[in-house]
């Protein structure tokens, strides 16, 4: 969905609901953005410093930080759920978090 215009985003939403099956459930996996400012920064720091240690430059960190910006409009976690809620699944799981991302289980 972080790179899914947000005009189309609840509609794609609701088609991906539309086409499950009752009983089904939707496994997603998104970058997200933390609730306020203050926790964003930390948790970049955080992420630099991790990709730092995996051997990128600044540089290299920065030109992918630019990149990504113009392409991605990801949510907060809470947008999220509040997002597949609206569009008709029921039970919304958090079956992994990692720094940025998380991993939801949508069920019909």
Known sequence: MQ??????????LKRIHDGTVE???LI???KT???TGRQ???LNSSYYDFKRLKGFSPEQILDKERS???L???WTEAELRMALRQVGFR???LFWSRLFFVGLLASK
């Open 28 to 30: 997603i996996a998104e």
């Open 68 to 70: 990504l910006r113009r």
């Open 91 to 93: 039970e919304i799981s």
């Open 72 to 74: 991605m409009t990801p």
């Open 23 to 25: 009983g089904g459930a």
């Open 40 to 42: 964003q920064d930390a």
């Open 33 to 35: 953005l933390a609730e």
């Open 3 to 12: 790179f899914i215009r947000p005009a189309d985003k609840l509609a794609l």
